[in-house]
């Protein structure tokens, strides 16, 4: 089994940045696709960001797009979200996800969750 670790949430202005990492442990970072997930109060929890196991594909939300960057680094087993431009709507809990050859928007591939790391985005 893989376990995940998120960190970097906090508060943050809007129009700042945050960079959240996950780091793994038990297991090799490079056998599974990667995907961070967010749950905002009272709503359903919704993909943000993905990419392959190789770290070759990303893939985003429309509501991300062109401020969020997903990344990977293999060697330090380590997926990254790098947030630009937040907006009040981006305030919620952010998880990370891990699954065998998994990819797409979907939660249902996704084996293993991090905790959630919390960030607020104020006016």
């Known amino acids: 089994q893989v376990q995940l670790v998120e960190s970097g949430g906090g508060l943050v202005q809007a129009g700042g940045s945050l960079r959240l990492s996950c780091a793994a442990s038990?297991?090799?970072?490079?056998?599974?696709?990667m995907a961070w997930f967010r749950q905002a109060p009272k709503k359903e929890r919704e993909f943000v960001a993905g990419?392959?196991?190789?770290?070759?594909?990303?893939y985003y939300a429309d509501s991300v797009k062109g401020r969020f960057t997903i990344s990977r680094d293999n060697a330090k087993n380590t997926v990254y979200l790098q947030m630009n431009s937040l907006k009040l709507e981006d305030t919620a809990v952010y998880y990370c996800?891990?699954?065998?050859?998994?990819?797409?928007?979907?939660?249902?591939?996704?084996?293993?969750w991090g905790q959630g790391t919390q960030v607020t985005v104020s006016s």
């Open positions: 996800a891990a699954g065998t050859y998994a990819y797409g928007t979907r939660s249902s591939p996704y084996d293993y």
């Open positions: 990419v392959s196991r190789t770290g070759i594909t990303t």
């Open positions: 038990g297991r090799t970072l490079s056998s599974y696709g």
